[in-house]
């Protein structure tokens, strides 16, 4: 029983460049969530997806996308990496049946030169 | 829309004491769930404790209490006997009970647990 996981641990772009990142959980969880980690701000959501085949915009999408896969997987896709992308960006995870807590993976280190 | 606020943004304590790490939040909501997550080096979210905001009891875990106060909006992390595995960020969080897709994060407090 793994969790969460995320690849890549640590990605370094060039402005303009595209990539996703990518997010598994074996927990059966309906939802999960892209959040983003700024220094002195904590954690903001991104996207996220309450159940297999729906997504929704949370704080800051801008820049953006998701594709939930299927049950397990939920990827994050930045189309033009920016500068301002520059982060550390978690998945999470958490079951929705009753209001629960959320499952976090490792982190993915993304630096946009 | 919710906000969390966490006013220490670095807090030091020796090994065996205890330290409290404060958070206020604002809402209008009356029906709601307050966490603290602890992120250690490794950067992997911990679940630390929880609170529901309708059970006026406080959450304890071991360690780990809270005092929650509703009217002040006050949710504060007690941790005793302080021990060096307990240096780490540590976030309060936010979550609507009838939004329990969208948590809200304070900014974090940096613990330093010194031997």
């Known amino acids: 029983n793994a969790g969460v996981t995320q690849t890549p641990k640590f990605q370094v772009l060039k402005t303009g460049q595209s990539m996703t990142l990518q997010c598994a959980q074996d927990?059966?969880?309906?939802?999960m969530y892209w959040y983003r980690q700024d220094p002195g701000m904590g954690l903001r959501l991104i996207y996220y997806?309450?159940?297999?085949?729906?997504?929704d915009k949370g704080e800051v999408p801008n820049g953006y996308n998701v594709s939930r896969l299927n049950k397990r997987e939920f990827s994050l896709r930045l189309e033009s990496a920016a500068p301002s992308q520059t982060s550390v960006y978690f998945c999470?995870?958490?079951?929705?049946?009753?209001?629960?807590?959320?499952?976090f993976g490792p982190g993915t280190r993304l630096t946009v030169l | 829309a919710q906000t969390v606020t966490q006013s220490q943004p670095e807090m030091s304590v020796q090994e065996a004491e205890t330290v409290t790490l404060s958070c206020t939040y604002d809402?209008?909501?009356?029906?709601?769930?307050l966490f603290w997550y602890k992120q250690p080096p490794s950067r992997q979210m911990i679940l630390v404790i929880r609170?529901?905001?309708?059970?006026?009891q406080n959450a304890t875990e071991n360690r780990f209490s809270v005092n929650f106060q509703k009217a002040a909006k006050s949710f504060s992390l007690k941790i005793s006997d302080s021990q060096l595995g307990d240096t780490a960020m540590y976030f309060c969080?936010?979550?609507?009970?009838?939004?329990?897709?969208?948590?809200?994060f304070g900014s974090g407090t940096k613990l330093n647990v010194k031997p």
């Open positions: 927990m059966n969880h309906n939802s």
């Open positions: 997806s309450a159940s297999e085949g729906t997504t």
């Open positions: 999470a995870s958490s079951e929705v049946a009753v209001p629960d807590t959320q499952y």
């Open positions: 969080a936010f979550m609507n009970l009838y939004n329990f897709n969208k948590f809200y």
């Open positions: 609170q529901e905001a309708y059970k006026q």
């Open positions: 809402t209008s909501e009356s029906n709601y769930y």
